[in-house]
């Protein structure tokens, strides 16, 4: 396999890229979502938790774990091509494996394909500190 | 296939449960999640659209989406089972198919099976007024 | 929603087409891959079970079932856009719900979206006879 | 993250398992299914390719890769537990990334959860000599 290209977007770019095109992700709360890394075909970004991600009994909800997974893939994917409004999440599978604990939720993506018309992407999920995954994600965008 | 038994909760009693049990889902607007129907193995339910879950360009988040679709098959369950608490999600699939309109979102869903460990079931989502499904998600829940 | 258009290829010219283009379909027995209806973004087929398709316990195996779901959706696509060698499944998800008879399989598939990139289409598995799902599956072909 | 405990079952009582209870592998052509490897949570098999496997163009069905990554998942759990004959499928979901080459295909399982209910691993297909993925799964078994 040929090495893959360095990404075109640093993490401050794509952290201005989000807030100026997704005004709704700061819903999550100011600053809540944040691009931690970027490398070729790979990202990690955090998502600080508050109560408004958590459900009863102390775990991070399901949507809120759909969220910052098809974020990250779609970070990974502008930091590979460069600032793409367009693409658009085709389909999504996510396999829930443990409860999360209330703290913050990292998200480690790595590009499996960069195609023209199509990227897939997987995402591994963490609780803060903590190596065994909470959940399993992987998905397709379609490119403009 | 003998036919499935009549559900055991009634739409009055699927939304007291999921205000009472569920504040969270209070964020998405003060009465915008709605159980609007019930039947053998079978739901319907309504999610009025708000500015909050809208994305550039005026369409339905992936995350909203996938939120109404995930609570749909949490109560198709509910409804056929019984109230439930620790039910979760384990897997989730969703294939995004069109934009929706920035009109309220709905979500029939139908139970495809009903163990003693784990329920199945699709979820068709339309936006108000059309036939066309914007997206269709199939999941499974564990039963405690 | 407009109404789909009526299927291009009939039942025969799609038996016809399998049989010259997929000879290796010949080896689930000689005429065991029937279409047995096509329907505007619909159609059926039928896999006649034989030894080389069963489990132990007599149960049809899980792959012979993710063959008969991805060939309905491929020849679903063909019978409504003509034949098109090339296209090719990007994903597919599957659930298995119960144990099938080792009795024929019957698959209905339906066309969710027809786009000109891809093509979203669902599947139930049947035992012959029988109403319940065996398995449920959703696909996507990218057309060329 | 605990270290997962080492595997119950070696290379060759795995392969003398598969031989014995299920007889249908052998379709795949004789020595085909190749146990190459186990570790704590994972496991690497190899399929030699045949005719039967190829679609035409020279390329690995569809089918076959799901076969493949479905065997490898089982053979993960089993190495990690011992033998049970009755695991069974219960999700799978496969993206197929890159035409497969003609040649012997090569599955990296590894389990991303091993509960007392539920396992779920992922899987890496690539042909024999390279490191690109061809394929890429994820699936859920129920234990008895």
């Given at each position: 396999m040929t090495h893959p290209a360095p990404p075109l977007m640093s993490v401050a770019a794509l952290q201005t890229f989000l807030a100026q095109r997704f005004p709704q992700i700061g819903q999550q709360g100011e600053g809540a979502l944040l691009v931690e890394a970027v490398g070729p075909m790979t990202c990690r970004m955090r998502l600080k938790i508050g109560d408004q991600h958590l459900r009863p009994g102390g775990t991070v909800s399901g949507p809120t774990m759909f969220l910052l997974a098809d974020v990250a893939?779609?970070?990974a994917i502008l930091a590979q091509i460069g600032p793409v409004e367009l693409a658009v999440t085709t389909s999504f599978n996510i396999n829930f494996l443990r409860r999360p604990?209330?703290?913050?939720l990292i998200a480690e993506?790595?590009?499996?394909?960069?195609?023209?018309?199509?990227?897939?992407?997987?995402v591994a999920?963490?609780?803060e500190g903590e190596s065994a995954m909470v959940a399993h994600a992987t998905g397709t965008y379609a490119l403009p």
């Amino acid at each position: 396999m040929t090495h893959p290209a360095p990404p075109l977007m640093s993490v401050a770019a794509l952290q201005t890229f989000l807030a100026q095109r997704f005004p709704q992700i700061g819903q999550q709360g100011e600053g809540a979502l944040l691009v931690e890394a970027v490398g070729p075909m790979t990202c990690r970004m955090r998502l600080k938790i508050g109560d408004q991600h958590l459900r009863p009994g102390g775990t991070v909800s399901g949507p809120t774990m759909f969220l910052l997974a098809d974020v990250a893939l779609y970070v990974a994917i502008l930091a590979q091509i460069g600032p793409v409004e367009l693409a658009v999440t085709t389909s999504f599978n996510i396999n829930f494996l443990r409860r999360p604990a209330p703290r913050d939720l990292i998200a480690e993506c790595r590009l499996l394909k960069l195609g023209r018309k199509l990227a897939v992407g997987d995402v591994a999920l963490m609780s803060e500190g903590e190596s065994a995954m909470v959940a399993h994600a992987t998905g397709t965008y379609a490119l403009p």
